[in-house]
T-cell receptor, first 114, second 113 residues
Framework: DVKVTQSSRYLVKRTGEKVFLECVQD?????MFWYRQDPGLGLRLIYF???????EKGDIPEGYSVSREKKERFSLILESASTNQTSMYLC?????????????FGSGTRLTVV | QKEVEQNSGPLSVPEGAIASLNCTYS??????FFWYRQYSGKSPELIMF????GDKEDGRFTAQLNKASQYVSLLIRDSQPSDSATYLC?????????????FGKGTKLSVKP
């Protein structure tokens, strides 16, 4: 089974801190995604990547950046954390045949910014 | 804007009943659809996918797709309290270089013992 691992399950950070959320997948998937999920708003796509060193903005990229230096690792960076970035963050990965196999999600990181 | 719409619920059914979860989509070009189950505080887990018109059955779950009506549904037979979760519908959108999944906001299902 594909495993998508997010480094932290729960994280508490202070306003203004730089925050790194790490995601690693072990099945050689080409595509990786970062979502945030908030009650009533569903999953919102922040950034995604179809290849190493490649990134594309999703629907809500403001206040975030990403890094994909290796195929298996996709990092989400909050440059200066704010309280409105308190959320559940979900990483996902897929093959280039996502129409057949869908996405596999990591276990999520619940981030609280105080 | 390509969208996938779901009734947010909550949908409440008694144990043993059939739960019917529905989803509509706006992009006629979408070809495949996925149902994810998400328990409270957990991440989404893929439970079914369908790309042909008609029904697809897997155990107690049946996914139904009607492309003419742009409608997808998930039926859960003999519902159990352990089925209580939020169910996300997603359609594959072929736009862009690789395409991506468009998710609905989810329907919360509660199965009462």
């Amino acid at each position: 089974d594909v495993k998508v691992t997010q480094s932290s399950r729960y994280l508490v950070k202070r306003t203004g801190e730089k925050v790194f959320l790490e995601c690693v997948q072990d099945m050689d998937h080409e595509n990786m995604f970062w979502y945030r999920q908030d009650p009533g708003l569903g999953l919102r796509l922040i950034y995604f990547s179809y290849d190493v060193k490649m990134k594309e903005k999703g629907d809500i990229p403001e206040g975030y950046s990403v890094s994909r230096e290796k195929k298996e690792r996709f990092s989400l960076i909050l440059e200066s954390a704010s309280t409105n970035q308190t959320s559940m963050y979900l990483c996902a990965s897929s093959t280039n045949m996502a129409w057949d196999y869908g996405y596999t999600f990591g276990s999520g990181t619940r981030l609280t910014v105080v | 804007q390509k969208e996938v719409e779901q009734n947010s619920g909550p949908l409440s059914v008694p144990e043993g009943a059939i739960a019917s979860l529905n989803c509509t989509y706006s992009d006629r070009g979408s070809q495949s659809f996925f149902w994810y189950r998400q328990y409270s505080g957990k991440s989404p887990e893929l439970i079914m996918f369908i790309y042909s018109n008609g029904d697809k059955e897997d155990g107690r779950f049946t996914a139904q797709l009607n492309k003419a009506s742009q409608y997808v549904s998930l039926l859960i037979r003999d519902s159990q309290p352990s089925d209580s979760a939020t169910y996300l519908c997603a359609g594959f959108n072929y736009g862009g270089s690789q395409g991506n999944l468009i998710f609905g906001k989810g329907t919360k299902l509660s199965v009462k013992p």
